[in-house]
């Protein structure tokens, strides 16, 4: 186990990545988004850290070493090709402390991953005991070096969607959208209440975010933190369309019958085919 290594980088830092000591000068290439998945065991770690680490988890052996026998309920990663990273926070005096891998991009020379931390809101019920947050992804091996930044949660995405009745889960499609990030919930049958506790899949895709929220009509934009149902979504297994619009924390959530029900305006009804066609589209680059 290794301590955080916080640093505070500029935009073009990481990006150009150059060693200009002599006449030596690296080029690091473009910035990109790596794929990574959130990873989630049966087991508790065996030892809590006294203070904020991350661990690398480079094989079965060491994935036993770190966390306390269990039966895992989904597969191990394959260790030949993926990684694990956890990041621990260290201990906390309550509950309502958290932390999250926001993002993992790398160029060339480098790999950079973005975290956030959250603490409990003074008016906020938490219980009275020491809680050890932790989060943890599967990542591609590399011998690249990590780099960590503390970030600010996202608290502006959109999470768009299509679904309906059928035994698998393919007829759920739920994505979250972000400036250039985009994220895959996969393993849903039914529609979630709360997407935070789903396994998702972190795309190498980058998602033009601002050009989708231009096409959000003045109709829904005029809901915001409401909840709207147009239609009958699946009443008779016609399917669904799911908007799920997060604004600095101000959630509007918006259920479309994939029928033309006559409460759906041209514009609503055009916007609903933007989703279709992106969500359509999403599922190319997953």
Same mark, same amino acid.
Request: hydrophobic share 35%; charged share 20%.
């Given at each position: 186990?290794?301590?955080?290594?916080?640093?505070?980088?500029?935009?073009?830092?990481?990006?150009?990545?150059?060693?200009?000591?002599?006449?030596?000068?690296?080029?690091?290439?473009?910035?990109?988004?790596?794929?990574?998945?959130?990873?989630?065991?049966?087991?508790?770690?065996?030892?809590?850290?006294?203070?904020?680490?991350?661990?690398?988890?480079?094989?079965?052996?060491?994935?036993?070493?770190?966390?306390?026998?269990?039966?895992?309920?989904?597969?191990?990663?394959?260790?030949?090709?993926?990684?694990?990273?956890?990041?621990?926070?260290?201990?906390?005096?309550?509950?309502?402390?958290?932390?999250?891998?926001?993002?993992?991009?790398?160029?060339?020379?480098?790999?950079?991953?973005?975290?956030?931390?959250?603490?409990?809101?003074?008016?906020?019920?938490?219980?009275?005991?020491?809680?050890?947050?932790?989060?943890?992804?599967?990542?591609?091996?590399?011998?690249?070096?990590?780099?960590?930044?503390?970030?600010?949660?996202?608290?502006?995405?959109?999470?768009?969607?299509?679904?309906?009745?059928?035994?698998?889960?393919?007829?759920?499609?739920?994505?979250?959208?972000?400036?250039?990030?985009?994220?895959?919930?996969?393993?849903?049958?039914?529609?979630?209440?709360?997407?935070?506790?789903?396994?998702?899949?972190?795309?190498?895709?980058?998602?033009?975010?601002?050009?989708?929220?231009? &096409? #959000?009509?003045?109709?829904?934009? /005029?809901?915001?933190? =409401? *909840?709207?149902?147009?239609?009958?979504?699946?009443?008779?297994? +016609?399917?669904?369309?799911?908007?799920?619009?997060?604004?600095?924390?101000?959630?509007? &959530? #918006?259920?479309?019958?994939?029928? /033309?029900?006559?409460? =759906? *305006?041209?514009?609503?009804?055009?916007?609903?085919?933007?989703? +279709?066609?992106?969500?359509?589209?999403?599922?190319?680059?997953?």
């Amino acid at each position: 186990m290794k301590r955080f290594i916080i640093v505070a980088l500029i935009a073009f830092s990481f990006s150009s990545c150059t060693d200009s000591l002599g006449d030596n000068v690296q080029n690091c290439g473009d910035v990109r988004n790596v794929a990574y998945e959130n990873f989630k065991y049966c087991g508790q770690p065996k030892e809590n850290p006294t203070k904020p680490i991350y661990v690398l988890i480079n094989s079965n052996e060491e994935l036993q070493k770190h966390f306390a026998p269990c039966d895992p309920f989904s597969p191990l990663p394959d260790f030949t090709q993926k990684r694990v990273l956890g990041l621990l926070s260290g201990p906390k005096p309550t509950s309502g402390y958290d932390i999250k891998i926001q993002s993992v991009v790398e160029d060339d020379c480098q790999i950079l991953v973005q975290y956030s931390e959250r603490v409990p809101g003074d008016s906020e019920i938490v219980l009275q005991t020491i809680t050890y947050p932790a989060d943890y992804i599967i990542l591609p091996k590399s011998s690249k070096p990590i780099i960590f930044s503390k970030v600010n949660a996202v608290v502006d995405y959109a999470i768009v969607g299509t679904y309906g009745e059928c035994a698998t889960t393919d007829c759920y499609q739920f994505y979250r959208v972000e400036n250039y990030k985009v994220f895959k919930y996969f393993n849903l049958t039914s529609l979630a209440s709360d997407f935070y506790q789903l396994n998702y899949k972190a795309l190498v895709f980058r998602d033009d975010y601002a050009s989708f929220l231009s &096409k #959000i009509p003045t109709e829904i934009k /005029n809901l915001k933190g =409401q *909840t709207k149902t147009f239609g009958s979504p699946n009443a008779h297994d +016609q399917g669904g369309v799911y908007l799920e619009w997060n604004q600095g924390g101000v959630v509007t &959530k #918006i259920y479309l019958d994939n029928d /033309n029900t006559a409460d =759906q *305006t041209a514009e609503v009804i055009a916007f609903k085919k933007v989703i +279709q066609d992106k969500v359509a589209l999403l599922k190319t680059k997953s």
